[in-house]
């Protein structure tokens, strides 16, 4: 099913943007771990919109309401069920999009697939809400993992042409990333902010890339082929809409360095096997090697923009300029970084799940 993701875990999303409530369920946890409520809504405010200047005016509390799994504090071994209701919806801002599709959204292909009986307002379920149960899943997972000594953290790398540093492969500093505005270098983020005000002041939007590490992993989570870590990773993130693109390590700069300079040479530290570099990223054939895993997702600039735009009616198959109402984000990628952290939660949570139960098989 395409809302639903996991193998060890099942991960299932529903809702629409403009609908009474999103929520998630979550399959397949085991009873007896424990749930920080504050904890979780600290994370969830992270990506929560009508917080700032940089993104959508629309608010949201984004508060969690459980409806099963949880009892005293604890999983209870039940699938977990929550929802999220969606308090502040102006559905007829959307009222023209069956007929005059947005570029650059699903609106058109929705159409095609599901013949006129698609939810339009907001995105219905291909809108970015959706991110807000993920986030819900994400959260609780990234709990559990820290239960295990697994942190995971992601800042923003780049916005349009602003940049900020890269973490450090070896060791990536994930304490130093800003809550507010997350990023390594202040200076950097203060560039960002101005870049993302002057994209909103011309009516038009920019796009960025998140940079995400996870430390603690042991090394033999993962499967070859189609089972590995890039794989099970990418595929979630994939599901976050504006995703273009994912890379794990130096990624696409692999090409331009010889095997002599991109291979990460082994060593023994500490009675441990590290490699001195990480161009790989932490993994190796498709499993962690125990050094940080790095990877980086690549935003498109927010597709709703004041500016008008060239559309087509459908009805009548001819051009039609297009200026789209509504409430949306200049730059989604500060609100993406927690989601693409809870996505990353929920591979790893899941593969972890699976070597759990490979290794009771073996004993």
């Given amino acids: 099913m395409s809302s639903t993701y996991g193998e060890n875990l099942k991960l299932s999303i529903f809702g629409q943007s403009h609908g ?12 007896g771990l424990p749930v920080d409520p504050d904890k979780l809504q600290e994370f969830l405010n992270r990506r929560a919109p009508g917080q700032n200047d940089w993104s959508t005016p629309r608010r949201e509390e984004d508060r969690p309401e459980f409806l099963a799994g949880l009892l005293d504090g604890y999983t209870c071994g039940a699938p977990i069920a929550a929802v999220i209701h969606n ?14 599709p947005r570029p650059g959204h699903a609106d058109y ?3 095609v697939k599901y013949g006129g009986f698609q939810d339009a307002a907001g995105g219905g379920h291909f809108s970015g809400r959706l991110t807000a149960p993920l986030c819900i899943a994400g ?3 990234k709990q559990w993992l820290e239960e295990m000594g ?3 953290g992601a ?4 916005i349009g042409e602003c940049g900020d540093r890269y973490f450090d492969p070896m060791d990536p500093e994930l304490e130093t990333v800003g809550t ?7 200076d950097s983020g203060a560039a960002m902010r101005d870049f993302i005000a002057q994209a909103r002041a011309a009516g038009d939007s920019v796009g960025g890339i998140i940079e995400c590490a996870v430390t603690g992993l042991p090394a033999g989570i993962g499967e070859p082929m189609f089972g590995g870590v890039e794989s099970r990773i990418a595929q979630i993130v994939y599901g976050i809409p504006a995703v273009k693109g994912v890379e794990f390590g130096i990624g ?10 991109s291979n990460d040479d082994f060593a023994v530290v500490d009675g441990r096997i590290v490699t001195l570099t990480n161009n790989a990223g932490g993994i190796q054939g498709g499993i962690t090697n125990g050094m940080p895993l790095i990877f980086s997702a690549a935003l498109k600039p927010t597709p709703s923009i004041s500016r008008p735009q060239q559309s087509v009616s459908l009805s009548k198959m001819e051009e039609q300029a297009l200026e789209i109402k509504g409430r949306h984000d200049p730059c989604i990628v500060p609100r993406a970084v927690p989601v693409i952290e809870a996505a990353a939660a929920i591979a790893i949570y899941d593969m972890i799940l699976g070597n759990t139960q490979t290794d009771r098989r073996k004993n």
Avoid: E, W
């Avoid at 009474?20 to 009873?31: F, R």
């Avoid at 700069?253 to 010889?258: A, L």
């Fill in 180 to 186: 507010d505005f997350p990023v390594l270098n202040p």
């Fill in 252 to 261: 696409f700069d692999t090409v331009c360095v010889p095997g002599s300079q």
């Fill in 20 to 31: 009474p409530a999103i929520g998630m369920t979550l399959d397949g946890i085991p009873a």
């Fill in 109 to 111: 292909t929705a159409q």
């Fill in 87 to 100: 308090k502040n919806t102006r559905s007829g801002d959307y009222a023209n999009l069956k007929d005059c």
């Fill in 150 to 152: 697994i942190k995971i």
């Fill in 139 to 141: 959260g609780l997972c």
């Fill in 155 to 158: 800042h923003i790398l780049a």
